[in-house]
C-alpha cells in the first residue's frame, strides 16, 4: 500500500501568511493527489483533485502542486477562515484509497 | 443540491453488527462511485469501502475484509454498510461520499454527508 506523510502536522500562522504543507507519497503516484479541508466537528471538503486543479468555488488563495512522490499545498494569503484540518489523498493504487495524516492549520 | 444523510449509528457490543444507510439525492446515483470515509475520535481519515454503479466493483480496506458489506440500492438512491463483527477499533464516524464518475475510476470524494457515529464498547 502506498503510505502518504503530510508535514507539518500542525501550524500556527498570521492572518495574511502564506502557508504551505507537504505530502510525500511512498512510491510515485504521478498527479494523483487531492487535498480536502476539514473544519471542526464537519465533514471533509474537497479543495484541489489531481494535484493542481481548484474545485468549483473554491478561493484562488488555494493551490496545489508536485507530481511523481512530493506534492505541496499552498494558502497564499491565510484568512481567519482558514483555521481547519487539511488532508492529502491519493488514489493511484486503489484499493485502498489513502489520506495523509493531517495538518491542523490555526490562526 | 447533492445531498448524503448517513443513519443507523450508534451504541453497540463488541462482536455485534450494525447497518448504517445512506440516502442521496440531487445527482444521478447510479452514475458514481459511492464509498464510506471513517475518522476514530480525535484522528485522521480512513476510506472504508467502495462500490461502483452496479455493484459488481467493491473494494475494502483490509482491515474490514469479512466483517463489512457495502451495497447500493439504485432504485431507493441508498447506500448502505453492514458491519458485522465490530470491534472497539472501529468506534468512528461513518462519512458516505460520493466518488468519480462511474465511467472514471474511483479518484476524490467530492460530495460528504455529514455523518454518523459508531460506538462498539461493551
Known amino acids: 500500500d502506498i503510505q502518504m506523510t503530510q508535514s507539518p502536522s500542525s501550524l500556527s500562522a498570521s492572518v495574511g501568511d502564506r502557508v504551505t504543507i507537504t505530502c510525500q507519497a511512498s512510491?510515485?503516484?504521478?498527479?494523483?493527489l487531492n487535498w480536502y479541508q476539514q473544519k471542526p466537528g464537519k465533514a471533509p471538503k474537497l479543495l484541489i483533485y489531481?494535484?493542481?486543479n481548484l474545485e468549483t468555488g473554491v478561493p484562488s488563495r488555494f493551490s496545489g502542486s508536485g507530481s511523481g512522490t512530493d506534492f505541496t499545498f499552498t494558502i497564499s494569503s491565510l484568512q481567519p477562515e482558514d483555521t481547519a484540518t487539511y488532508y492529502c489523498?491519493?488514489?493511484?493504487?486503489?484499493?485502498?484509497?489513502?489520506f495523509g495524516g493531517g495538518t491542523k492549520v490555526e490562526i | 443540491e447533492v445531498q448524503l444523510v448517513e443513519s443507523g449509528g450508534g451504541l453497540v457490543q463488541p462482536g455485534g453488527s450494525l447497518r448504517l444507510s445512506c440516502a442521496a439525492s440531487?445527482?444521478?446515483?447510479?452514475?458514481?462511485?459511492m464509498n464510506w470515509v471513517r475518522q476514530a475520535p480525535g484522528k485522521g481519515l480512513e476510506w472504508v469501502a467502495s462500490?461502483?454503479?452496479?455493484?459488481?466493483?467493491?473494494y475494502y480496506v483490509d482491515s474490514v475484509k469479512g466483517r463489512f458489506t457495502i451495497s447500493t440500492d439504485n432504485a431507493k438512491d441508498s447506500l448502505s454498510l453492514q458491519m458485522n463483527s465490530l470491534r472497539v477499533e472501529d468506534t468512528a464516524v461513518y462519512y458516505c461520499?460520493?466518488?468519480?464518475?462511474?465511467?472514471?475510476?474511483?479518484?476524490?470524494?467530492?460530495?460528504w454527508g455529514q455523518g454518523t457515529l459508531v460506538t462498539v464498547s461493551s
Open positions: 461520499a460520493r466518488g468519480s464518475p462511474s465511467s472514471d475510476i474511483n479518484c476524490y470524494f467530492n460530495y
Open positions: 512510491q510515485d503516484i504521478s498527479n494523483c
Open positions: 462500490i461502483n454503479e452496479d455493484g459488481n466493483e467493491k
Open positions: 489523498q491519493q488514489y493511484d493504487d486503489l484499493p485502498p484509497l489513502t
Open positions: 489531481d494535484a493542481s
Open positions: 440531487g445527482f444521478t446515483f447510479s452514475g458514481y462511485w
